[in-house]
């Protein structure tokens, strides 16, 4: 990975807030944006561009190119757009539908494939919305499941043989999930030895290469409690221990398994306090994700691990009810390239 490459930033479903999103960044945070360009459509980019637009502030020039190489050609104020094809023309806000579905799609296979190619320093991924992906035919419920797939199939391997995590970061908090986009029932099957500590080593490679250093990893338990002591249940003692002992047999730095209600306050970093893990492991995706969310959406990157290639997103829906208005914050994209840039140079 070579951090001068550029960073692809696909536009999510053009029936969303991504390409709201998209324009507002690269407007409000130029040197963030600088080296960036747009996998999608520019006629989309250039509605989300409009209707964004602020009195007083020159509009945002949406610019296709041909070529990687002409991202450094480009004048102050402009948006670089890969033009894919067979995009179809922009969409009705807040409509789901397979055109737009498929049309995320494809914006996510170019650059993940341009990313395995060693084109691109990796990609941010703009929302998408699972139920146009569905309509659409696209055998993946979201985008961690698609790239996966595309490496997997990059690689000549199976997906099993691929096996990826999801993290949610902030400045204050990391969350690594055990599964996730199933049912809870679903999850809480999941959280088996194999599961637990294939979770732990994705989690202990991918941060030791970004911080430097071996992580430190707490574990959250499954039951309240972490099942004090087996009277709300066994996970704990028969599946997550061995697991975390297995793991610091091999050397990774993990504890627990910790009372899910206190590990993720004790593993928060703020200004006064550092916390004591860099990083929680959580058994599913509520119990991962709502903490982080709860310290502020706007801060929240999604970064897959265990990929050979750098993805990140913000931490968005596609906000159906809000798209089109020009309120969406970009806030949470322009923490994903910044984080994105971070990973690829590492």
């Not at 902030?170 to 599961?195: F, M, N, P």
């Not at 906000?319 to 322009?334: C, E, K, Q, T, Y």
Request: with cysteine.
């Amino acid at each position: 990975m070579h951090s001068t490459l550029p960073l692809a930033i696909t536009q999510g479903d053009p029936a969303g807030i991504g390409p709201e999103i998209i324009t507002k960044a690269f407007r409000d945070a130029p040197d963030v944006l600088q080296g960036c360009f747009v996998v999608g459509d520019a006629p989309t980019l250039a509605r989300a561009a409009a209707i964004t637009a602020q009195l007083g502030r020159p509009e945002l020039a949406v610019q296709r190119i041909a070529r990687l190489q002409d991202l450094t050609q480009l004048p102050p104020q402009a948006l670089p757009v890969w033009q894919l094809p067979g995009l179809g023309s922009p969409p009705p806000f807040g409509a789901v539908s397979a055109e737009a579905g498929r049309a995320a799609a494809d914006c996510v296979v170019w650059a993940a494939r341009a990313a395995l190619a060693g084109e691109v320093a990796g990609l941010v991924t703009a929302p998408l919305h699972k139920e146009a992906l569905a309509a659409a035919g696209v055998p993946f419920p979201g985008h961690t499941e698609l790239l996966q797939a595309e490496a997997a199939r990059h690689a000549g391997v199976s997906v099993a043989q691929m096996p990826v995590r999801m993290m949610l970061a902030s400045d204050e908090l990391r969350t690594v999930l055990v599964s996730i986009h199933v049912a809870l029932r679903e999850a809480i099957e999941a959280v088996t030895q194999d599961g637990v500590l294939q979770t732990l080593r994705i989690t202990h490679a991918a941060l030791a290469r970004s911080l430097g250093r071996a992580p430190r990893i707490g574990v959250a338990g499954l039951n309240p409690h972490a099942g004090e002591g087996g009277l709300f249940g066994r996970e704990e003692i028969e599946t997550i221990a061995p697991a975390i002992a297995t793991a610091r047999a091999e050397g990774i730095d993990a504890h627990g398994p910790y009372a899910p209600d206190t590990v993720f306050m004790r593993a928060r970093h703020t200004a006064a306090r550092p916390g004591e893990f860099d990083v929680v492991l959580a058994m599913y995706h509520d119990q991962g994700l709502i903490p982080v969310k709860y310290l502020g959406v706007d801060k929240g990157v999604n970064v897959t691990l265990g990929l050979p290639l750098v993805r990140t997103s913000p931490d968005h829906g596609t906000a159906f009810d809000i798209a089109g208005s020009g309120a969406a914050d970009p806030a949470s994209l322009i923490e994903a390239v910044r984080m994105a840039r971070a990973l690829a140079h590492g």
